[in-house]
Structures are given as structure tokens and as C-alpha cells.
């Protein structure tokens, strides 16, 4: 049923976009946001990504919902532009559209409609979509490099990817997967372990890194402790529409 509605959806724009802060750690100071999809939907009301991405790719609507984030991040993007705001927004990407032949011309096309430069929008690749086809995703990773974009792999350490074919992605940061960053809340040490040496790897491989589901202020000292530079989470805030954030931070005490 949910099939069926979706090519709707997109173009009736029952989809709307959240924005997550990022915070710099070091400066306690916003330093971006990333996109996350939602649907309103008519009946079954406000669905969740878990919901849909998967049941987008497998029937190629991904493509179309892809193409839909990124122009209506990009618009978002151009009015915080406009208020001379001038931080990243990031978008995700999904294994199939890595394999999208016409993913780079539509990049292009998007960023040339608002006027966007190439720090507008970052990417975001999970390390498991990119091991699907390691070969063809260090490809279009190639490219989209090429437009001088920031590029982050999401997920990681869940992903099964090898350091030499780490070392070879033209990437920026690694974003280390939530599982391992919320259970070191629950005092487990191995997760903590694991987060410190995911950080560590990062900056020896002059990567930035960035901790996920960080849920209380524990957490954040402690990633703050080990180095890690950016964090997301439930902790700092929920994702928000774009009128939410502008309220968010001008009350919140992060600045
Ligand atoms: P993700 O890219 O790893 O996004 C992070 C998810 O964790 C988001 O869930 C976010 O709301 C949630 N989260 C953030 N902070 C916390 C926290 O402190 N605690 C907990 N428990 N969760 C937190 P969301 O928005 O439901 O998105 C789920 C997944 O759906 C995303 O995981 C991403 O893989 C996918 N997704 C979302 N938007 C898009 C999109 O536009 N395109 C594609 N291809 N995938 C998307
Ligand atoms: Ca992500
Ligand atoms: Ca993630």
C-alpha cells in the first residue's frame, strides 16, 4: 500500500525534512545539520524513515526521494544563506544511489539551480552501502569528490569495510555508528574502547570524526575526553523543521 503512495507523496511534497544540529565539541558551537526525511502521510499520519527508505530502494523510488532531499535541502539551505548563515547541510545518500548513473548530473544541476556553492551540502554514505559494490562506490565517490564536496561515512564500524580500502576513499570525516556510542552509556567499556580507538584511527588518518546518538551530557564530556570533534543526538537536540531550529537556537545554550 505504502508502495503505491510514495511516487504520490513525492510529488504532492508530503515529504518534509528535519534538521538534526551538529556541535562542535571543542567550541560548543553549531557547526552544521543533517537532512532527515519524514512523511506525512494522509491516513497513516507522520511516518518515520525506517518506514519507507528501505521499501524506496528496493523499488527505485529512491532515486526520485533522493533527488527530492537534496532540492529541498538545497532551498533551505539557499534561505539560511540568505540570513548569512553559512553552515552545512547533511545529506544522505543510499547504496543505490551510488549506482545512479545520472546521480552526478543531477548534483550538478541542483547546486547550479541555487546558486549553491560546494560547501552548501555535505553527503553522508554509510560504510555498509559503500561495501556493496566497494569498486563502484570508490568511483562515484571519486566524483562527487570531484565537485569539492565534504564527504562522510555514516555508520561506521558496522560496515565490514578494510583499512586499505579506507585509506583509499577520498572522505572527510567518519561518522561512528550510534550503537556503539549509546551503549557507552550504559557504562560498557568495550564500546567505550571502541569509540576512543574509532577516534584515534580518524585523526591518524587526518579524518574528522563525528559521534552519533549521544544522549546525555556524560557522553558528551566523555567523547569530548577522547578528542572526538563533532556530536550528534537527542542530547543536544532532536531533528526539527528549519523554523524549529531558528527558535531552537536562539534559545538553546549552545551557540
Ligand atoms: P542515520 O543517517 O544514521 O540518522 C540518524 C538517526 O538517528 C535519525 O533517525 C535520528 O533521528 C536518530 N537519532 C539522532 N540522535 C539520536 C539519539 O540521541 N538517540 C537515538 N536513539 N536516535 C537518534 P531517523 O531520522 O529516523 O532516520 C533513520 C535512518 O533513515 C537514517 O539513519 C538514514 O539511514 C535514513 N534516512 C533518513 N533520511 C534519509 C534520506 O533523506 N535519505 C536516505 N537515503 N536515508 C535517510
Ligand atoms: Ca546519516
Ligand atoms: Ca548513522
Redesign the pocket.
Known amino acids: 500500500m505504502l508502495m503505491g503512495d510514495l511516487r504520490r507523496a513525492i510529488d504532492r511534497n508530503e515529504l518534509l525534512?528535519?534538521y538534526?544540529p551538529k556541535l562542535q565539541i571543542a567550541t560548543h558551537k553549531v557547526c552544521g545539520s543533517?537532512?532527515?526525511?519524514?512523511w506525512q502521510h494522509p491516513q497513516h499520519g507522520m511516518l518515520?524513515?525506517?518506514r519507507f527508505?528501505k521499501l524506496?530502494?528496493s523499488t527505485g523510488l529512491?532515486t526520485p526521494?533522493?533527488y527530492w532531499?537534496l532540492d529541498t535541502a538545497l532551498g533551505q539551505r539557499y534561505a539560511w544563506h540568505e540570513e548569512g548563515d553559512e553552515r552545512p547541510i547533511s545529506?544522505?545518500?543510499?547504496a543505490r544511489?551510488l549506482r545512479d548513473p545520472k546521480l552526478l548530473e543531477r548534483v550538478r544541476g541542483a547546486f547550479a539551480t541555487w546558486g549553491a556553492r560546494p560547501d552548501w551540502i555535505e553527503f553522508?554514505l554509510?560504510e555498509s552501502a559503500l561495501m556493496e559494490d566497494p569498486v563502484a562506490a570508490l568511483e562515484t565517490l571519486l566524483h562527487l569528490k570531484g565537485l569539492d564536496t565534504c564527504l562522510t561515512i555514516?555508520?561506521f564500524g558496522t560496515g565490514y569495510s578494510s583499512l586499505a580500502y579506507l585509506q583509499k576513499l577520498p572522505v572527510d570525516a567518519l561518522?561512528i555508528d550510534?550503537s556503539f556510542v549509546?551503549r557507552m552509556q550504559s557504562d560498557d567499556d568495550d564500546s567505550a574502547k571502541i569509540v576512543r580507538s574509532i577516534v584515534e584511527l580518524a585523526h591518524n588518518l587526518d579524518l574528522q570524526v563525528v559521534a552519533?546518538?549521544?544522549?546525555n551530557q556524560e557522553t558528551l564530556d566523555r567523547l569530548a575526553r577522547f578528542g572526538c570533534d563533532i556530536a550528534?543526538?537527542?542530547?543536544i537536540s532532536?531533528?526539527m523543521s528549519g523554523d524549529q531550529f531558528r527558535d531552537w537556537e536562539a534559545h538553546s545554550t549552545w551557540h
Open positions: 525534512l528535519q538534526q543533517e537532512a532527515l526525511v519524514r518515520s524513515p525506517a527508505i524506496a530502494e529512491i526521494l533522493t532531499v545529506v544522505n545518500l543510499s544511489d553522508e554509510t555514516d555508520d561518522k550510534q549509546m552519533e546518538g549521544v544522549e550528534q543526538g537527542f542530547s532532536r531533528p
